[in-house]
């Protein structure tokens, strides 16, 4: 038993040194945010809103004549 482990640790072992990046740390580029258009004015009519849409989590409804 006291050879499984061993034998499970050193493939531990050699597997975590083989992964990653060797060297410094490099963080992920962020971009820069783009610019968004003026808003439009205050005179415009709003959007209509959307229908709602049919709600499929909601169970179903019971007939209470059962």
């Avoid at 992920?28 to 004015?41: F, G, S």
Wanted: glycine share 8%; hydrophobic share 45%.
């Amino acid at each position: 038993m006291r050879i499984i482990a061993t034998a499970a640790a050193a493939c531990g072992l050699i597997v975590l040194g083989g992964c990653g990046i060797k060297g410094p740390l490099q963080f992920p580029q962020v971009p820069k945010p783009i610019a968004r258009p003026a808003a439009k004015p205050a005179d415009s009519a709003p959007a209509p809103a959307p229908a709602p849409a049919a709600d499929h989590n909601k169970p179903a409804p019971q007939d209470s004549a059962q």
